[in-house]
């Protein structure tokens, strides 16, 4: 197969576009799955804040502003086609310039600090972007952007539980992350859950099952089915939106999984707020 | 839900009055401060100097704003997580502050210095930024600028939506509704 010459100026576009439309417009399987929410939630208060924020995404999307001002750390997930070649400049550094174009020309706040250890100094262009780049087959580059809030993403947890402990110490390792962050990440959360690997792969699947659709279902039965329990379960607590009491705590479970040590039973719970925003583009 | 119209600064006449769930809409000046701002306010208090605001019967707000639009007050400007705010609070409470609008849940410290210098929590809805920031008629920042979204700003609001949290009587909406709602499974 001839290899695919790709200008890393079309990968600076791609990010500096995806950074403004993610942070503008709520997807569409989040923006239904609030309108839905706010005709299933128990509580009138609930109610009165799921409609806010419906009322929300419509603002942010006809005035083309943030739909929170927390517009988030630029997490990147890149599938880089073996058979491209990336010309131009470094692809890392045209990621970078796409998020300080991005962040800049789209009156994004900029919520990054270097230096947490002592200075916590504000990098001022919300770089750098944390990249995941992997190899894949083919002779396209895709590239997804999560812009991830602080807020949810301090509510989340690694728990490296005993293999004994079963299904039943993953569940409530889940739903005890869920209850102990109340009102905190923003709720109705979305909560992607990571089982298996290594402390590092785990919080990135982690990371990833939050990319999915709501409403989707699990390909594997005995996770959807897992995921089913784990959202009735969390629902059941009665946080509700923003935390002030209802019946929708969580607009969806999502698991990824993947083999681990006999040893280990690693599970990773991210915590994603409602403003779930994220954008794919293929080159 | 009806909503109760208070003006800022608040008094303890009104703050008294503020039942945890009770739905408000504050009109007047509010304050902008977060994580930064609250740690060099404590550091003026407590070397004895002047604040860049008059803190008895002042309400700020946990936020931190994207950039404003031309044209346009303010960016978005939803509550950030309170809980941050939690070692710096009561000072200020002892120093005259009377209202915190943010999100998220409080420590005991915090609840009992409401009680203490009575003061009032106030929920904002997180992540409805671009909405809140139409009630924001005024914004201008009056320290520290170099924090860029984590400077102290004078907002000028008008029936800015809240719903009181914690009141003065130790009322605790988190914990009420929570349970209110809760099912077991």
């Known amino acids: 197969m001839p290899v695919r010459k790709l200008d890393v100026r079309e990968v600076t576009a791609a990010v500096k576009a995806m950074c403004i439309t993610a942070n503008y417009d709520l997807p569409a399987d989040v923006y239904d799955a609030l309108v839905k929410a706010k005709e299933a939630e128990e509580s009138p208060v609930g109610r009165e804040v799921l409609g806010q924020l419906v009322e929300n995404a419509d603002i942010a999307a006809a005035d083309r502003v943030p739909i929170c001002q927390d517009t988030g750390f630029a997490v990147i997930f890149a599938d880089v086609g073996q058979d491209v070649h990336l010309v131009g400049g470094s692809f890392d550094a045209a990621v970078n310039e796409g998020v300080r174009q991005g962040y800049g020309d789209g009156y994004l706040r900029k919520s990054v600090a270097e230096e947490p250890a002592h200075a916590r100094r504000n990098t001022r262009d919300n770089t750098p972007a944390i990249l995941h780049t992997g190899i894949v087959p083919g002779d396209k580059v895709r590239l997804t952007l999560m812009a991830k809030g602080g807020g949810a993403e301090n509510m989340s947890s690694l728990n490296m539980l005993k293999p004994s402990e079963g299904w039943a110490g993953m569940v409530d390792a889940v739903v005890d992350t869920v209850s102990r962050a109340g009102s905190n990440p923003c709720p109705p959360v979305i909560i992607g859950v990571g089982i298996g690997g290594t402390i590092d792969m785990v919080t990135l699947l982690a990371k990833k099952a939050l990319l999915r659709d709501i409403g989707s279902t699990h390909p594997d039965a005995r996770l959807a089915g897992m995921e089913a329990e784990l959202l009735e379960k969390i629902n059941a607590l009665g946080i509700g939106p923003q935390g002030l009491g209802g019946s929708t705590t969580a607009l969806a479970v999502f698991i990824e999984e993947m083999p681990c040590h006999i040893a280990s039973m690693p599970v990773a719970v991210n915590v994603q707020c409602h403003a779930q925003r994220h954008k794919t583009v293929e080159l | ?185």
Not at chain 2, 136 to 159: D, F, H, K, Q, T
Request: proline share 5%; with cysteine; hydrophobic share 45%.
């Open chain 2, 1 to 185: 839900m009806a909503a109760r119209k208070i003006t800022t600064p608040l008094t303890d006449v009104v703050v008294r009055d503020l039942k945890a769930g009770d739905a408000v809409q504050i009109t007047g000046v509010i304050y902008q401060a977060r994580d930064a701002a609250h740690k060099k306010l404590v550091a003026l208090i407590e070397a004895g100097e002047e604040l860049p605001f008059e803190l008895e019967g002042a309400v700020v707000y946990y936020m931190g704003p994207s950039p404003a639009k031309p044209g346009n007050v303010i960016g978005s400007a939803g509550p950030t997580t309170s809980g941050r705010m939690d070692a710096y609070a009561p000072l200020l409470m002892k120093h005259g502050l009377k209202g915190m609008v943010g999100k998220g849940l409080r420590t005991q410290e915090v609840k009992d210095a409401m009680r203490e210098h009575t003061a009032v929590y106030f929920a904002a809805t997180g992540g409805a930024g671009a909405l809140l920031a139409k009630c924001i008629v005024g914004n201008e920042v009056i320290a520290w600028p170099e924090l860029g979204a984590e400077a102290v700003a004078r907002l000028e609001v008008n029936s800015f939506p809240a719903i009181v949290v914690n009141d003065c009587h130790g009322g605790d909406l988190y914990e009420e509704g929570r349970k209110q709602y809760a099912k077991i499974v």
